[in-house]
Nanobody
Framework: QVQLVESGGGLVQPGGSLRLSCAAS?????MGWHRQAPGKQRELVAS???????VYADSVKGRFTISRDNARNTVYLQMNSLKVEDTAVYYC??????????WGKGILVTVSA
């Protein structure tokens, strides 16, 4: 069964850092992270296609970095300078061309003092 397994979430203070990981059971061309805050729609945070086509949401540019390890079928999201408004459930997603074909269960990131 093809699946995505996220790890690395938790509670962090504003200004802190977290690193999310998502391991896929098979390889995908496109992998990425979406998030959904309470009462809001799910939104794209960052995606990476192939080795070098990267997209970031404007709200995270300069603070978050997406990367991948193709040998491990794993995508990472390094989150620095976290803000309270980054609090959300973060979902890993993957697909052959764009993210959205397969979803992980989600992992909670809480930014709070």
């Amino acid at each position: 069964q093809v699946q995505l397994v996220e790890s690395g979430g938790g509670l962090v203070q504003p200004g802190g850092s977290l690193r999310l990981s998502c391991a896929a059971s098979t390889s995908f061309n496109a992998m990425g992270w979406h998030r959904q805050a309470p009462g809001k729609q799910r939104e794209l945070v960052a995606s990476i296609r192939g080795g070098d086509s990267i997209v970031y949401a404007d709200s995270v540019k300069g603070r978050f970095t997406i990367s991948r390890d193709n040998a491990r079928n794993t995508v990472y999201l390094q989150m620095n300078s976290l803000k309270v408004e980054d609090t959300a459930v973060y979902y890993c997603s993957a697909g052959p061309y764009y993210t959205g074909s397969l979803w992980g269960k989600g992992i909670l990131v809480t930014v709070s003092a």
